[in-house]
């Protein structure tokens, strides 16, 4: 994928992720956007049983919205740092003054990595664990969590339905029970919708007798209050 963010530029005439403004792949405007938003609490309504506190840098909308997706979708690798800057954010508030922690990623189904040639999440915790680090935040990655394939399950599926299947099914690797048992443990992922994979992820952490401190998010969804609350 080397070349990838050079060969878009071209493609695209060079435009902002965020914006389309024709420049270079994050504008002024769009930088300042990802360091300015305040991070909340984003439970999901109705919040699923079982979810560790949500924390999300910003609402998942406009300019922000693009950017996940460009650096998702499209490998837009100069985004990691940005958005891991955000990350950082998250992550220091659902840590209430905590000094340490492991940051465990939602893993991504191993065909939905080599489809789109890398790991979007796992580049944008490791900005945010350097960032937090140099911050004297003492944060590591764990990947802790594998998912669970089902293969039997999966036939005459299509591939759409294959991977929500698939997807919120997770296993705590059985190496990590021992390393994270009383350790202060973030779950983190890019966006929060429903919450229910998040609740999955917390699952399987638990199951092996890990405590969960709460989720760090980029971005939610925004909430709907059909009760008008
Ligand atoms: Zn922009």
Not at 86 to 99: P, S
């Amino acid at each position: 994928m080397r070349g990838w963010d050079g060969f878009v530029d071209l493609v695209l005439g060079g435009r902002c992720a965020g914006c389309a403004r024709p420049g270079v792949t994050l504008c002024g405007r769009c930088r300042r956007l990802l360091t300015g938003p305040t991070p909340f609490r984003a439970w999901p309504d109705p919040p699923p049983p079982g979810l560790a506190p949500p924390t999300a840098a910003a609402p998942y909308a406009g300019e922000l919205r693009n950017l996940i997706v460009a650096h998702k979708e499209h490998a837009r690798y100069g985004l990691a740092r940005p958005l891991g800057g955000l990350l950082t954010d998250a992550v220091r508030v659902a840590l209430e003054g905590r000094g340490a922690a492991w940051l465990c990623p939602v893993p991504s189904l191993r065909a939905t990595v080599r489809q789109r040639g890398h790991d979007p999440l796992r580049r944008i915790t490791d900005s945010a664990v350097r960032s937090l680090r140099r911050q004297g935040i003492h944060v590591r990655r764990a990947d802790a969590l594998q998912v669970v394939g089902r293969p039997d399950d999966q036939a005459g599926l299509s591939a759409e339905r294959r991977t929500a299947n698939l997807e919120g099914a997770f296993r705590l690797r059985s190496r990590w029970a021992e390393t994270l048992s009383g350790q202060p443990v973030l779950l983190v992922d890019d966006v929060i919708t429903t919450g229910s994979t998040l609740r999955e992820a917390c699952r399987a952490l638990e199951s092996g007798g890990i405590e969960v401190l709460g989720c760090a998010l980029l971005a939610a969804t925004a909430r709907r209050h059909p009760s008008g609350s």
